[in-house]
């Protein structure tokens, strides 16, 4: 083998390793983010916290009202969307149900009708019975239920980052 061809072997092998070290490192920047999504749920352990929505006595028995509250884990710069909303019964003295807002499908804002017994979607047609079950349309599960208690006569919800799934979308 000629001294040329010596020196052209080098540089190919020379190229060949720096080629798969460049694309080593290239793979594995392009990782880091996709195993940070991957883990995040896991790291990032998301707030609960009871909010106050209304005085016991505010609600009328049997009926649902909609009561708005500051998100559990409030941005500075999210305006108005740092306030939600939930659907809130009066089942007997201190006991009350109370479902979110938003529906189980894309997260749309469902709304009571008291007549027909049933929250209605205004988004893609999705109905919920009024123990939060779907009746019709395409959410998957039923409304998230919030934990409920009552403190010093003031109705309190155990709120946490709006329960929105992507099933079936
Ligand atoms: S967001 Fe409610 S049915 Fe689609």
Redesign the pocket.
């Known amino acids: 083998m000629s001294n040329s061809q010596e020196k052209t072997k080098e540089r190919r092998s020379f190229l060949t390793k720096l080629s798969f070290t460049l694309g080593g490192f290239a793979a594995a920047a392009a990782a880091v983010p996709v195993v940070a999504a991957l883990l995040n749920p896991l790291i990032v352990k998301k707030p609960k916290v009871w909010r106050r929505v209304g005085s016991a006595d505010d609600f009328q028995t049997g009926d649902f009202k909609l009561v708005k509250y500051e998100n559990a884990d409030p941005k500075p710069w999210a305006g108005s969307t740092d306030r939600s909303a939930a659907w809130v019964r009066k089942d007997g003295d201190d006991q009350f149900t109370v479902f979110s807002v938003n ?6 804002p ?1 709304r009571w009708k008291a007549s027909a017994k049933l929250f209605f ?6 109905v919920y019975r009024e123990n939060g079950s779907v009746a019709a ?3 998957p599960e039923s409304l998230h239920q919030y934990p409920v208690r009552v403190k010093n006569g003031q109705v309190e919800i155990e709120t946490s980052a709006i329960p929105v799934t992507t099933v079936g979308v």
């Open positions: 529906c189980t499908h894309l997260g749309c469902v979607c205004p988004c893609h047609g999705g349309g395409p959410p």
